[in-house]
């Protein structure tokens, strides 16, 4: 159940109506529910949402009524959400590396039949508390190649292309049904990375000799930022059906992707408010250990626009350091963001593109945490441009 939640025609309504001294999520259900449609039309086989990149829960109903049955979940807790929230979704356990007591949970309270692993004693203890067989199916995950992507992370999971040969000719001799699975990095600015991990497969299945039953192509399809406007989404399905087209795969071999970011990321802006301005630098009430953190981690430049209740902001534009609201010193944007020049205490600043790793990255560091959200009927204000045809 979906805990209600205000709604407002326009971000300008809503600081005129509530005048927020607090940071707000604001919701822009249409354009979360036009990129789920957008992949569900496009892509060539099962659509997973990555819960982590936002699993609030009226995110996951949008995605949902949208048609997105399909959930990635890494953990024993969003498996729980998913299963107890949607009685015909389908969770699966996509991370490499889980505790016994979360396998057993997983199996036996909310019948889990999906793993992934990346190392052999992970499939000793899948076999050891769930069994083998009864339809199970284990991916086994492979490391790629770097191309640039925000988050490499193929530096923590991921086995090399002869491992991967030898557990997917082990998965299948102990009764599972093996899968091969891949991920090119978070926010993957080229679909030449999948082109390359597809390479990679093709090896990886002539040296194994097994027929997979699942190809998972994982997430990185990318959302635009500031200064990175990566290729177009068909240019990535593309990339995928051409891989598709390379392999000789079952007939009835399921591919599957795992997309996070780029569904939600242009779905949802930040609302925060300026508490102090100091020459060439703001004080806001939300920065890197809340809302912001992948601006510092991921290099990722949000566009923001300044709002004001009374009296037009200033033409003129330039830069400001943005601090955050705690007493750390190191809680500053790493960019400096254009703003009018006459910004001052009590004005909002709205962050755009604010859908991913965002709510579900904030802590409660120095007493500060946002917790707000609202639904908003306008398109958000930086939006990406249609290259679905391009």
Not at 188 to 208: H, I, K, N
Not at 299 to 326: C, D, M, N, Q
Not at 347 to 352: A, N, P, S, V
Request: proline content about 6%.
């Amino acid at each position: 159940m979906v805990s209600k939640v205000r709604h407002f025609a326009s971000v300008r309504s809503l600081v005129e109506t509530l005048k927020p001294s607090y940071p707000i999520y604001c919701l822009h259900p249409d354009e979360i529910k036009r990129c789920a449609e957008q992949f569900l039309d496009l892509f060539p086989g099962r659509v997973l949402y990555a819960v982590k990149c936002n699993p609030h829960p009226l995110v996951l109903d949008i995605l949902y009524k949208a048609g997105i049955r399909h959930f990635d979940t890494a953990s024993l807790s969003e498996i729980a959400l998913i299963r107890e929230t949607y009685a015909n979704a389908e969770a699966y356990f996509m991370h490499p590396v889980k505790g016994r007591a979360e396998i057993d949970a997983a199996r036996d309270v909310y019948e889990i039949d999906h793993w992934m692993i990346d190392h052999e004693d992970e499939l000793r203890k899948i076999i050891d508390v769930s069994g083998t067989g009864d339809g199970q199916v284990v991916l086994v995950r492979l490391a790629t190649r770097p191309f640039g992507s925000a988050f490499e992370l193929s530096k923590k999971f991921g086995a090399s292309q002869d491992e991967v040969a030898r557990l997917l000719r082990l998965v299948a001799k102990e009764g599972f049904q093996p899968g091969l699975a891949f991920h090119v990095g978070s926010q993957c600015r080229t679909p030449e990375a999948f082109r390359d991990a597809f390479r990679a497969v093709r090896d990886v299945l002539q040296a194994s000799g097994e027929a997979i039953f699942y190809l998972d192509v994982g997430g990185g399809f990318p959302a635009d930022y500031v200064d990175d406007r990566p290729p177009a989404f068909a240019e990535y399905v593309q990339a995928v059906k051409e891989g598709v087209q390379s392999l000789k795969l079952r007939g009835d071999c399921v591919l599957m992707c795992e997309p996070g970011r780029a569904l939600v990321a242009s779905g949802c802006t930040l609302l925060t408010q300026v508490q102090l301005r100091k020459d060439d630098a703001i004080y806001i009430n939300d920065g890197i250990y809340h809302s912001l953190s992948e601006s510092l981690d991921g290099h990722i430049h949000y566009p923001a626009r300044l709002v004001r209740v009374k009296g037009e902001p200033s033409t003129t534009l330039k830069p400001f350091t943005v601090f955050g609201p705690t007493c750390d010193s190191s809680d500053v944007m790493p960019y400096q963001v254009e703003l009018p020049d006459d910004v001052r205490e009590g004005d909002w600043i709205e962050f755009g593109q604010a859908g991913a790793y965002t709510n579900s990255m904030r802590t409660a560091f120095n007493g500060f945490y946002p917790d707000t959200f609202v639904t908003v009927d306008e398109p958000p204000f930086f939006i990406a441009p249609d290259k679905t045809d391009t």
